[in-house]
């Protein structure tokens, strides 16, 4: 018989160990699968893990997918710290692209340099929006963030398709449900022309490096972190949840809404029916995988950005199924939650015998 | 230390750059699909015609496809990496890959790219797709016979011109034998979801609907179908194995010979952008074998639509047509241009509820 003991301390370094261990035993089980499947198993290896890397645009690529990953995994994990269970980023993402959008297409004929700050504010503000109703139920009925949140994602979802298959349907697109293409001037400049890398990018490091400020050397960020670590205390030291709540709930939607302005201004260039393949919710897993810790995130966003770049390139080199994909991510989660737990208690074999004097 | 490395790098050029070299001078032929290709729908044919090229060149070419590419932030990522891999033509396969598609054509004018159900075409870039419309006009024919609800229920992927027409073509063929008949449509906003869309069947079904259509990509309303004794129409490929005593008959998306001779077309230098819409006429477009559950005289019925269609003496939009406020749309004696067709959005008489938009 085997029981999990917990450890009376936990190795300082194994908490920064543990991702690099779980990335190891993925690549170790790839070579085993893709082995059996009678590849040579470094092949598929190589082109899951380096070849998205490479060529004229693999970098900016990866930088590119991970960007509203990082971007919404920041805020998000703020709120995870404070017990505050945001789980609804897609929707408040999905508003956020909605009132940038909006207001591209409302400025459609007037080419202002203005616009496209106006457009980052208005994201912000609609992801803030969104989340702001969940933080109104929450500190006003206690009701519970997790589900309102969620819900609101398939509201967000219904008000997006209602304007682009209606009021903003582009009037000369045949009946499609899209809207007009955004002029340069609603379009965030991209770095370096030639690659599709575009402004988000550098936005999303200043978010890592304010999160960073923030988290580790504020009172704010203290507040936050004893607020869920430790509730009671926190209503001692006299610090207010009613704050906690909105401030986390308007920072992570104020992320999410920036990077779904972000990727229709930079990325799409429009507003279509389906404008995230479920940004918010991978970040959730970004978030968990980096430790809620800022410079965390930015290594976990890119690395699941890279189990997405690489999906498509065994696919496409190789013509392995794109459950491939999935399987080295589920692989990667399977293995940090293992090694999380063997970081936290030890394996002890103990004897049936003592097993049932312990539980008598 | 540094031979060394310099047998390392040796042997990982072997490795890795063994596969780029013989690859030299085949034609490269790339598929984004929307769905995966195990749907047993749109994206199944699409990759059966994928399998007609290997077919048809052997090892003059070769083929690459990534199944179930998002139409969103994704779409222009996996095309450009394609166009990057040194792809020679590279077929985008459902109507959001559209912009996509464009913006990566103007990187690299020198690879071909073929868009299906789109408007927007450029040098590099040709559009395709199926008059799908005319297979709708067989089954509302037999649907009309066959129900006694008197009511259809018609699950619908987008509020998009395509679909909308089909409904549409349904509607009017359905009428033409049942004036009594009507529609009842149910929209998913999405092209492949079996858990949404059984819950649809389900849903039309206890609205009182004897007869299911669907323009969404698996199976799974027809095993519903089955289930409650219904009868369903399969969707762009036969589908009668999933659910043989509901199935009626499927419309067939058959991509292969236009495939074919875009990428012959790519190997002897003769490629140029064009628009093609396909149908009944050139096989682009056929109707699966109808089931023995349909009595000889429909059987009879639907291969004769089907013969006026081919010949061209029937048009699945032929006048009179009515919108759903019985406002005059085409005169009897006149069918619908192409452009009407293609710009469709509005319900005709015989749909209930109203277009979302």
């Known amino acids: 018989m085997i029981r999990l003991v917990p450890r009376q301390e936990v190795a300082p370094a194994m908490v920064y160990l543990s991702p690099v261990i779980a990335l190891a035993a993925t690549v170790l089980f790839g070579l085993i699968l893709f082995a059996i499947l009678g590849f040579p198993p470094l092949d598929p290896l190589f082109n899951f893990f380096v070849k998205p890397l490479l060529g004229p645009s693999g970098i900016t690529n990866l930088l590119l997918k991970a960007t509203p990953l990082i971007l919404i995994a920041i805020g998000l994990s703020m709120g995870f710290r404070a017990n505050v269970w945001n789980i609804g980023a897609e929707g408040q993402y999905t508003i956020g692209a909605v009132f940038a959008g909006g207001l591209a297409l409302a400025f459609y004929d007037i080419d202002t340099p203005l616009l496209l700050p106006g457009m980052i504010v208005f994201g912000i503000l609609g992801g803030m929006a969104w989340a702001a109703i969940p933080a109104f139920l929450r500190t006003r009925f206690n009701t519970s963030e997790l589900l309102t949140s969620l819900m609101l994602v398939y509201v967000a979802t219904q008000v997006l398709l209602y304007l682009v298959h209606g009021p903003w349907k582009d009037p000369d697109g045949f009946a499609f449900p899209e809207t007009r293409l955004f002029h340069d001037a609603a379009t965030l400049p991209r770095l370096w022309s030639g690659t599709r890398l575009n402004l988000g990018w550098p936005l999303a490091l200043i978010a890592v490096f304010a999160a960073w400020i923030v988290m580790g050397r504020s009172l704010i960020g203290f507040q936050i972190r004893v607020s869920g670590a430790a509730p009671t205390a926190a209503r001692f030291a006299g610090f207010s949840e009613r704050r906690v709540i909105w401030l986390t709930l308007m920072i992570g939607g104020g992320l999410a809404g920036l990077s779904g302005m972000i990727e229709v201004s930079g990325t799409i260039g429009q507003l279509v029916p389906i404008i995230s393949p479920g940004y918010g919710f991978t970040a959730i897993i970004v978030a968990f995988l980096g430790r809620l810790n800022p410079i965390g995130i930015l290594f976990a966003g890119l690395l699941m950005a890279l189990s997405f770049l690489g999906g498509e390139m065994v696919q496409i080199e190789n013509g392995l199924p794109r459950s491939v994909g999935g399987l080295f991510q589920g692989m990667l989660l399977f293995f940090l939650l293992a090694s999380d737990v063997l970081m936290n208690y030890r394996i002890v074999r103990v004897r049936t015998k003592h097993a049932q004097v312990a539980t008598s | ?357």
């Open chain 2, 1 to 357: 230390m540094k031979e060394l490395l310099g047998v390392v790098a040796a042997a990982v050029i072997a490795v890795f750059g063994a596969a780029d070299a013989f690859a030299q001078d085949k034609v490269k032929v790339g598929f984004v699909y929307v769905g995966p290709v195990d749907d047993f729908g749109w994206t199944f044919r699409h990759d059966e015609g994928r399998k007609a090229i290997e077919a048809e060149f052997g090892d003059q070419v070769e083929t690459t496809f990534v199944e179930s590419v998002s139409e969103g932030p994704d779409a222009e990522r996996v095309i450009r990496q394609l166009a990057e891999s040194g792809h020679d033509i590279i077929f985008t396969t459902s109507f959001g890959f559209m912009n996509p598609t464009i913006k990566v054509a103007k990187d690299f004018p020198n690879v071909k790219f073929e868009h299906a159900t789109g408007f927007k075409r450029a040098d590099n870039v040709s559009t395709y797709s199926g008059r799908f419309y005319e297979g709708r006009a067989v089954i509302g024919a037999i649907a009309g016979k066959m129900t006694e609800s008197n009511i259809i229920g018609y699950i619908g992927a987008f509020p998009i011109p395509e679909v909308v027409r089909g409904i549409n073509a349904f509607t009017i063929a359905l009428r033409k034998v049942n004036p009594e008949a009507e529609v009842k449509v149910v929209w998913l906003n999405t092209w492949f979801n079996p858990g949404q869309e059984a819950d649809a069947a389900k849903t039309l079904l206890d609205q009182g609907a004897d007869i299911i259509t669907q323009h969404t990509d698996s199976p799974a309303p027809l095993q519903v179908a089955a289930e409650r004794g219904a009868f369903a129409f399969g969707q762009a490929s036969d589908n009668s194995q999933f659910a043989p005593e509901a199935h009626l008959t499927s419309i067939i998306d058959d991509w292969g010979p236009y495939y074919v001779e875009r990428v012959r077309a790519v190997i002897d230098g003769t490629w140029e952008s064009e628009d093609t819409w396909g149908g009944m006429d050139v096989g682009m477009i056929a109707m699966a074998p109808y089931a023995s559950t349909v009595p000889d005289d429909i059987r009879a019925m639907a291969e004769e639509i089907e013969a006026q269609i081919i010949a061209g003496d029937l048009h699945a939009f032929a006048g009179p047509i009515n919108d759903q406020a019985g406002n005059e749309i085409v005169a009897a004696g006149e069918v619908m241009s192409d452009e009407q067709l293609l710009t469709m959005d509005f319900y005709v008489e015989g749909v209930q509820g109203s277009l979302p938009n």
